[in-house]
């Protein structure tokens, strides 16, 4: 499966994105899909994932509560809403495939996009 993300931008502190996750190349439904996000000089993390089945959903302490993941299997499609988005929340944006384990491990995940940057003015 390929991974193509889209949505990134500049936008004010407090504000809201919707990116947006494409996949082709294969079976989407067979995949669970994560959002991962890494800021210059950081450590790449999972911020969120949401199983297959769309039931399942986690999400990193840093942006409960302000993130929503999401998939439509019927668009092979998945997305990401970030509300009230802080600076700390700049960083380039990834979405990735995993077939399971822990979905907020970077090295349970498959492939990933190339990513969309993100960056919150103060």
């Known amino acids: 499966v390929v991974l193509e993300e889209s949505g990134g931008g500049l936008v004010q502190a407090g504000g809201s994105l919707r990116l947006s996750c494409a996949a082709s190349?294969?079976?989407?439904?067979?995949?669970?899909i994560g959002w991962s996000r890494q800021a210059p000089g950081k450590k790449r993390e999972v911020v969120a994932s949401v199983a297959i089945d769309r039931r399942y959903t986690e999400y990193a302490d840093s942006v409960k509560g302000r993130f929503t993941v999401s998939r439509d299997n019927s668009k092979n499609m998945a997305y990401l809403q970030m509300d009230d988005l802080k600076s700390s929340d700049t960083a380039v944006y990834y979405c990735?495939?995993?077939?399971?384990?822990?979905?907020?491990?970077?090295?349970?995940?498959?492939?990933w996009g190339r990513g969309t940057q993100v960056t919150v003015s103060s």
């Open positions: 990735g495939a995993s077939d399971g384990g822990d979905l907020m491990a970077l090295n349970f995940y498959y492939t």
């Open positions: 190349g294969g079976t989407f439904g067979n995949w669970h």
